[in-house]
């Protein structure tokens, strides 16, 4: 296995980049679990790191650094893995992996997330947590999202990506034209209760920016405009936390359905 002992090796500088936001169309994971989903699901990595004392003491990682062999995995010194670490304890590997880009389905037939510009990597994150846990399968990023492999919203999400088809840099107003559910989108003027409707068993559910809410133009064309009841006299909630009451009022009511179904 080849190690790495200088800040100024090539591969470590371009792993370093990435870790910082700039992106080329790839992505650090960090962590054993995270890095073990991955190969589950993807295969090797273009390029794994490893901590040189951790691979000596940690019979897990040492076998997945042997499970990929020495052209893709390579060491290196404790202090250059601290240093890229995004974590208060980093797990001693980092993987470089050309970021997922899955085939847009030409027909959505499930409900589904749209993120019309949501900016904070830990909204997005919490997010695409809030998404699986829910039962939604793919999220809709617009232009101006956070990116969505980027190693904060990986660390928010909780190896959510795992369990989602995401796709980024969607034109929203463009996939408008081809849904064939209903769009649900939250807002407070000229919107209606969520716990006052009885909603469809497939939608779209669109939340937008965090200080401006979804762009007007994408207000315009949904069917359904909703809004969460709260004390007065608080401010509206956060995107994450709104998502969260939608997602699973819309999972009650059609799990309670179901359940009478089979009564």
Same mark, same amino acid.
């Given at each position: 296995m080849k190690h790495i002992s200088s800040?100024?090796? !090539?591969?470590?500088?371009? /792993?370093?980049?990435?870790?910082? #936001?700039?992106?080329? #169309?790839?992505?650090?994971?960090e962590g054993i679990h995270v890095c073990q989903s991955w190969m589950s699901l993807y295969g090797a990595p273009e390029l794994a790191l490893f901590d040189i004392e951790r691979l000596t003491q940690n019979v897990e990682l040492g076998a997945l650094a042997q499970s990929l062999g020495s052209r893709v995995a390579l060491s290196c010194d404790s202090r250059l893995m601290r240093n890229l670490s995004q974590v208060e304890h980093e797990q001693g590997v980092c993987f470089l992996v050309n970021v997922p880009d899955p085939l847009r389905p030409e027909?959505?037939?499930?409900?589904? /997330?749209? /993120?019309?510009?949501?900016?904070? !990597?830990?909204?997005v994150g919490t997010l695409l947590r809030t998404a699986a846990a829910a039962g939604i399968c793919h999220v809709y990023l617009s232009e101006g999202c956070a990116a969505a492999w980027s190693a904060k919203v990986l660390r928010s999400a909780q190896g959510a990506h795992f369990g989602l088809?995401?796709?980024?840099?969607?034109?929203?107003?463009?996939?408008?034209?081809?849904?064939?559910? !209903?769009?649900?989108?939250?807002a407070l003027a000229q919107a209606r209760s969520l716990y006052t409707l009885a909603l469809p068993r497939h939608c779209a559910w669109l939340f937008g920016h965090e200080g401006r809410g979804v762009q007007p133009a994408l207000l315009a064309v949904a069917d359904e405009r909703v809004f969460i009841p709260q004390a007065a006299?608080?401010?509206?909630?956060?995107?994450?936390?709104a998502a969260a009451v939608c997602l699973f009022e819309h999972r009650r009511q059609w799990l309670d359905a179901a359940t009478d179904s089979r009564a």
């Open positions: 800040r100024d090796n !090539p591969l470590y500088k371009r /792993l370093a980049r990435l870790t910082q #936001g700039k992106r080329d #169309g790839h992505a650090v994971l027909r959505m037939a499930e409900s589904c /997330l749209w /993120l019309d510009r949501v900016q904070d !990597p830990g909204n088809s995401i796709y980024e840099h969607v034109d929203l107003l463009a996939e408008r034209r081809v849904l064939k559910m !209903p769009l649900m989108a939250t006299g608080v401010e509206s909630l956060n995107v994450a936390a």
